[in-house]
């Protein structure tokens, strides 16, 4: 099991073992909720914000890609179960210097996360059925009208790679895209297109990031700059006429 040997190594050998234990059943409570551990990982201030996880839609950076770092193991025949196990053990035991918070989820809500993790890191495809549909946050596909020039564009409140609509109208000219950012996680707003490259500020917990541009008629792309970001799907249409 070599590649359970890799894959443990940053833990030490005491978290290993209570990692074995955690996947042999002990103080289990039920078993994993898939749907729950979904929407914990990409849920608010969890997960998701720092660690990339193709299932899930994740394109975090400040931590460890999840496939990258289980994919491997799983495919060279590592169990669901004990990958699970070292999860749940990392996320309960941080470790020194670590910018994972402590307690950022506990009991089975992180078996549920470690469970998910386990399930899907490192696999290709997308998720089916039920567990398609956990997570996803809520888009509205109405266009944001802008008001005298000024438009607002909220970041999902959850923390979820997205704004809160699809699509921006505007009329040429001066136009100001504003997005509050109530969740933890940084985000910004950017606007680009033909001659047009402008970028706000990176704004979490309650800030406001604005960026502004003369603006042409035609079609024009708002999206946040921050890397990885507008690759997991935050970005819209912005209609000038």
């Known amino acids: 099991m070599r590649a359970f040997r890799t894959l443990i190594r940053p833990l030490g050998v005491a978290a290993a073992s209570a990692a074995l234990l955690a996947v042999s059943g002990c103080g289990a409570s039920e ?75 506990t009991g089975q809500d992180a078996r549920d996360v470690a469970a998910y993790v386990a399930a899907v890191a490192g696999q290709p495809g997308e998720d089916t059925g039920v567990l398609a549909l956990a997570g996803r946050p809520e888009v509205s596909d109405k266009p944001v009208v802008a008001d005298g020039g000024q438009a607002e564009i909220p970041a999902d409140p959850s923390g979820a790679l997205a704004f809160v609509a ?5 009329d040429g000219g001066q136009v100001t895209l504003n997005m509050p950012n109530p969740s933890p996680i940084d985000h910004n707003v950017a ?13 979490g917990n309650g800030g406001t990031s604005e960026v502004s541009a003369e603006l042409e008629p035609g079609k024009y792309v708002f999206y946040c700059s921050v890397p990885g970001h507008e690759e997991g799907g935050m970005r819209g249409e912005l209609t000038v006429e």
Do not use: W, Y
């Open 31 to 105: 078993e994993p909720d898939l749907v729950n551990g979904k929407e914990l990982f990409v849920g608010k201030g969890t997960c998701g914000s720092c660690h990339t996880l193709a299932r899930a839609g994740t394109k975090g950076n400040r931590g460890p890609s999840l496939d990258e770092s289980f994919g491997p193991a799983l495919d060279d025949g590592l169990g669901k179960s004990t990958v699970a196990g070292v999860v749940e053990q990392q996320i309960s035991e941080v470790r020194r210097n670590s910018t994972m918070p402590e307690d950022l989820v």
């Open 191 to 203: 606007i680009k297109g033909a001659g047009v490259d402008e970028k706000g500020p990176v704004v």
């Open 166 to 170: 699809r699509f921006i109208e505007a």
